[in-house]
């Protein structure tokens, strides 16, 4: 393994933080609803377990999933029924003003960011084929260490920072501005990516 490697894993993963999805629509949402604060503790739940889905792959665990393939469908389901959970409250509360809603604490921001990214088994499977592809073979446990602790270092840097731009002034103004048009458009496309990830393969 050298500089190279860790470089194109770097660019990866910017490229993966960077499209829509869940991850990117929850820390967007929680950043312009409720500020920097939940922002950046929404951020932190994200990278924490992106970070463990690459630890668990470079440990092989996405074998577990080939060899008990109800152990993937359970987690898989799981996560698609917390999705269309946070669309369906987020569609909910599209018409009510953010000064009647209690503001979340940022450990539950940080354990609903958690939870967006644990309830995506896939990312294992993708952080296993990009591994694949961009190390070479039979890497070392201290070369595993590193890319955990690289990858836990630019989602810690990357993660953080979107949320303090999407929680800037005129970013949060637009938002309350057109708060019940944003709010559904969010649920409905996070109650299509649970609907994905319920039936898709």
Known sequence: ????????????????????????????????????????????GLAVMAALWT??????????????????????????????????????????????????????????GLLINLGNPKSVMFAAAVLLVIFPPDLTAYQKTFIFFNHLAVELTVQPLLAVLLSTGPVRQRYLNLKPAFDRIAAAVLGALGLRLLFGR
Request: net charge positive; glycine share 10%.
């Open 55 to 112: 630890l668990t792959a470079l440990l092989g665990l996405e074998g577990l999933f080939t060899l008990f393939p109800w152990a993937y469908g359970l987690l898989k389901g799981l996560g698609a029924a917390y999705l269309l959970y946070i669309a369906w409250t987020t569609w909910r509360g599209a018409r009510q003003p953010l000064s009647e809603v209690n503001a979340p604490s940022g450990k539950r921001m940080f354990l609903q």
């Open 1 to 44: 393994m050298d500089f190279a490697h860790v470089i194109a894993f770097n660019l990866t993963l910017l490229a993966a933080i960077a499209s829509p999805g869940p991850s990117l629509l929850f820390l967007t949402r929680s950043s312009m609803a409720h500020g920097r604060r939940a922002g950046l503790a929404a951020a932190a």
